[in-house]
């Protein structure tokens, strides 16, 4: 049996670590949260050797032990062993070879707090390019803990890591005696006060207990006692964090001599400077950020229309083929109508999810989507929002829900609460089906100049359209949200690098798995739902209907498939699903709508992308098996309104389209914004203003192209 340890993974923003910890765990992730606050919790499994096994645990980024982010504080808390749940019995720490001297300043804080430590030095084919030189053999000597160069995109290195964490966790490595600074100096009487009053501290450890034991888990008689010690010497958290500072950086200058040889000021410019130069350019930087997203939206159509287009008729050929072989009957008019209509609602999507998330892991791993984040911070701070703000809303093109945890990592409150307010007016992956279906619907298949797609340039003005919406929003709310803080943007731009092929498909995986799942279910669920309620609805109004056809079929025979057709759509009406539908017609049809789409409005308020199953139902059931051998987007292409017009034309295609771009339809988001801001208030006004919004907008769009 292996023994399993447990390995805090930690380190400064992009310097590998996810890397490595993609690497280390490959498919054996698990990711979940850390109590009580909304922080990613990625865990994943790794074997060091036959006899033993590691949990791997990735902390967020962090460039030191004072921290400001509540996901920093996450990490700290668990380095500190305040967390309960989380007690790593090592650490291992990824430094940036190419920038040692900010990484080694983590580092040293980390090995003064006495937890056994293993050092992974990466980028150091940067560093060779950079010209710096490292003597690792003499670095781990002036430092004390095991240090092994790797290259986690390569897989080089690995064994020889894993080799030394299992030695580590052998306590064949131990951490340094001898502090890397004399910590205790700092403040000697307050520091050998707490060591007496809380068991096992190391001295670094009792510094931060004088500085932030307000957030630790100790009990009130603990508190006190810190309180008092911090009070009756006088500490000063400032000035004891600025000395430990100087003091380890001047400690860290001495070890980079002995060990580090760098190159003059007059270094070769790098391929990374060369391109920046270029893609940050005041001028020809916006005009590439414009082309790449159109290019990206573009592509999204051309990779994924031959897919598509099989997944949608193989789907038509099952349900005919099952429309033949089955008798009628309920149980079979719900597999066909209810379940594989559903199903294929789903599926048919899964090209295009695929394709958006593997093109937006290649901007991440190229390192182009930290430049988005740059070129956007001048327009960012005009509406109230900074660069930082472009990460979060960027995601919120995937899903709302994880991009609104990531406002997290904004330090000004003020920002992030803007930020989280205007995020769901991204047009999310959960839109693209809704999208889709009614561009080809309305939309034709043109070119203009010979090579822009006019479908994926209407695609590219939706999800523009949410954005330029999200600005306006913002530079209005900023307003009325009264908090003064000032707000820096600091970004570290990383290195272009090609894209992990590897990382890019297991993304690509991964989400395509999350949608069929998670959203799988929903839509699933509903199409049952609604098939029970578009099949049955009041005896009477149903018999009513039965017997007027059957009279109908005994004296014009001649017309009876033409009969069996409205007979569908005039039981459909008296279902329970369209009396619902009937209902709220009145509201909805200055925008262009029947009760058919009104039906798939109220669905949809669970998850925008019900919409397309609970057309495939409706349509389904309508058409009875005589429909089942067509396509949706046939099916929708073909429908009338009761006086012969067709229901989709260009202003109701449009003016549908755009409702889905700012209406708020995602309970999970608002139970997201209310856990991120600890209030009902902000997911409410959301719900208010966006649903307003998407009527207001969709009235107009439908008046001006009607």
Known sequence: MRDTIQIALVGNPNSGKSSLFNALTGMNQK?????????????????????MTATIIDLPGTYSLYPRREDEWVAYRVLMNQDK????????????????????????????????VVIGLTMMDLAKQKDIKIDVAELERELGVPIIPINPRKNKGIP?????????????????????????????????????????????????????????ALDSGMQEKIESIEVSNKFNHTKTQAEEILQRYQRIGAILKQSVSEPTALQK??????????????????????????????SVFWLAEYPMTFIEWSFAEISGFFSRVLPEGW????????????????????PQIMILFGLITILEDTGYMARISFLTDKLMRKVGLNGKSVMPMISGFACAVPAIMSARNIENKKERLLTIFVTPLMSCSARLPVYTILIGLVIPKQTLLGFIGLQGLVMMGLYLLGLVMALVTAYIAKWFIKIKEKSYFILELPIYRAPRWKNVVVTMVSKAKIFVVDAGKVIIVISLILWALSSYGPKDRMAAVHTKYEQLAQQQPEKADELEREKGTELLENSYAGILGKSIEPAIKPLGYDWKIGIALITSFAAREVFV??????????????????????????????????VYTLATGLSLMIFYVFAMQCMSTLAIVKRETQSWKWPILQLVYMTGLAYVMSLLAFHLFN
């Open 269 to 298: 410019t790098l391929f990374t400077e060369k391109l920046d130069d270029i893609l940050l350019h005041r001028r020809w930087g916006y005009l590439i950020l414009i082309s790449v997203l159109f290019l990206l939206f573009q």
């Open 331 to 350: 149980w079979s008019d719900l597999f066909i109508n209810g379940l594989i209509a559903g199903i294929g609602g789903i599926v048919v999507f899964i």
């Open 160 to 216: 020889q890591l894993k080799k030394a964490l299992e030695q580590t966790a052998q306590h064949l490595y131990k951490a340094p005696v001898r502090d890397f600074i004399n910590n205790e100096a700092l403040a000697p009487a307050a520091v050998k006060e707490v060591k007496e009053v809380v068991a096992d501290l190391s001295d670094y450890e009792a510094i931060h207990y004088l500085i932030n034991h307000e957030s630790f």
């Open 31 to 51: 990711v979940g949260n850390f109590p009580g606050v909304t922080v990613d919790k990625k865990s994943g499994k790794t074997a060091l050797s036959d006899a």
């Open 85 to 116: 749940e989380v007690q790593p019995e090592m650490v291992l720490l990824i430094a940036d070879a190419s920038n040692l001297k900010r990484n080694l300043l983590f580092a040293s804080q980390i090995i003064d707090l006495k937890i056994p």
């Open 613 to 646: 199953g609970t057309m495939a139902t409706l349509y389904s059931v309508e058409g009875g098996a005589d429909a089942d051998e067509s396509t949706l987007t046939e099916k929708l292409h073909a429908a009338t309104r009761s006086d012969g017009s067709k």
